[in-house]
Structures are given as structure tokens and as C-alpha cells.
């Protein structure tokens, strides 16, 4: 059974920063990706990034693209979102989800998506 765990969610200000971090434990393969989506009050369900595990490519969301960055370090079952000039239109609550069918257009659907976390509340807000 695969769980994934987030943490770093909270209250930040317009401008500032956040950091999110996704544990994953249980038998993970190499070749799937993971990916970060985000759920607003009143709103679908979207993807806001995504890392391969395989070779590292990644994804972005037109909206977070130049503010967000994916990255994991050797050990590969943690990935962070490191959120930067956050605007209050980023308040949602933050998904890790990975998919077993690795790099393809399915990752940008929550449908594509075959484990998920419980998710995190980021709130940006003065």
C-alpha cells in the first residue's frame, strides 16, 4: 500500500514563501511521477506541478510557472514544492498524488492521478 503524507502548509502573506514536503512510503516505482494539485474553495480540483521520477521532467500550471519549483533530493520518495511570490489566488488546499502510469498528458488530470494525500491548507492572506 503506497500513503503519501504532506506537510508545510499554513498562513503566509502576499509575496512571501512556502515550502510543501510529500512522504511517500510503500512500494514506489521508478517510473511514476509525482505530482502536486491544489483545490480552492468552490473550484475543480487542478494540477499545479509534476516531477518524473524517471528522468527528473517537470510540469507547471501556466499560473505557478516561474513561482513554484518541484524538486526532490536523492532520497526520490520525498518531493517539495517550494512556492515563492505567493498571491492570494493560491489559497487551496495542497494534494500529493502520484501516478503508477509515469510521464504522460494524464498527469495534468486529477483522473490520472492513482494515490493521493490528504491534503494541506495553504492560506495567503495579509
Known amino acids: 500500500e503506497v500513503q503519501l503524507v504532506e506537510s508545510g502548509g499554513g498562513l503566509v502573506q502576499p509575496g512571501g514563501s512556502l515550502r510543501l514536503s510529500c512522504a511517500a512510503s510503500g512500494r514506489i516505482f521508478d517510473d511514476w511521477a509525482m505530482c502536486w494539485f491544489r483545490q480552492a474553495p468552490g473550484k475543480e480540483r487542478e494540477a499545479v506541478s509534476c516531477?518524473?521520477?524517471?528522468?527528473?521532467?517537470?510540469y507547471y500550471a501556466d499560473s505557478v510557472k516561474s513561482r513554484f519549483t518541484i524538486f526532490s533530493y536523492n532520497a526520490k520518495n520525498t518531493v517539495y514544492l517550494q512556492m515563492d511570490i505567493m498571491k492570494p489566488e493560491d489559497t487551496a488546499v495542497y494534494y500529493c498524488?502520484?501516478?503508477?502510469?509515469?510521464?504522460?498528458?494524464?498527469?495534468?488530470?486529477?483522473?490520472?492521478?492513482?494515490?493521493w494525500g490528504e491534503g494541506t491548507l495553504v492560506t495567503v492572506s495579509s
Open positions: 516531477k518524473s521520477r524517471t528522468d527528473g521532467q517537470t
Open positions: 498524488a502520484t501516478s503508477t502510469r509515469g510521464w504522460g498528458p494524464w498527469i495534468m488530470t486529477s483522473n490520472g492521478m492513482d494515490y
